[in-house]
């Protein structure tokens, strides 16, 4: 009975909404409800199995063109919704480079940029005008400095290569005196065997070192046979007539002179011919 009434008034609500299709179909269902209450014994759970059934079917719209309208205008609306919601999904990178690279946003980019030169030029003209007030007032002060500075970086510069030239003529004079010991030696030496010929060579080569390091510190002989006498750098010891060298000619060499660069070490001991 229960389901009877439950059924009827499915029927009587659905009847102003669907087709006469579904409604008969609702009959049918009704008239085996009935039937089977009256065959199967009463149960407390027979209710909810019909319901459950029954929520269990979905009720299916006939095809109807109001319900193919209906669908088609959700179908519709749905692929709306869908492309909006694309649209509004489209990355904002894209809309700040638009936006970057819009004349307006450039024009007003040129507009900050000349505005900037501007004033850096400004600045510059303001920071000449101070350095030509400056210079007009200090300018020659400056230039005075600048020369007291240069000449006197010159004079520290020639003091100090005088100093250098000083110090190697104090310690060429000192060595001189061995030297010139070397050369009495060799010219009173004779070597004969062998072994003294090679003590011989050996002082030989101790004085070429000598000779060497004179060399590296720009400590060099005085020219004497064949150049005319120079007060300067040449003692005259005596004077001799000489067929071979005109007069005022120096003809021979007694001791040897040395100088360093230009300044004179030690004169050489000379003959001068007449």
Known sequence: VQ???????????????????MIRQLFLLSSIASVDAFISPPSLHAPNIVASSWQSQPLRHPSSPLHADASSDGSDGAADETEADEANASPPAEEESDILNSPA??????????????????????????????????????????KESQGMQERMSKQGAAGTETATVEVAQKVL????????????????????????????KTYDMILDSFTELNVTKVETVGTEFDYEMHQAMMQMPSDEYEEGIVCQEFAMGWKCGEKLIRPAMVVVAA
């Open 3 to 21: 389901w009877s009434g439950t059924i009827t008034h499915l029927i009587h609500s659905t009847a102003q909404q669907h087709h006469p299709t």
């Open 105 to 146: 946003f450039l024009k007003r980019k040129e507009e900050v940029l000349k505005s900037d030169i501007a004033a850096l030029e400004k600045e510059i003209e303001e920071a000449n005008a101070v350095s030509a007030a400056a210079k007009e007032e200090w300018g020659a002060k400056f230039d005075m400095l600048n």
């Open 177 to 204: 005196s061995v030297l010139d010991n070397y050369d009495r030696a060799f010219q009173a030496v004779d070597a004969v065997t062998n072994e003294e010929v090679e003590i011989v060579d050996a002082y030989k």
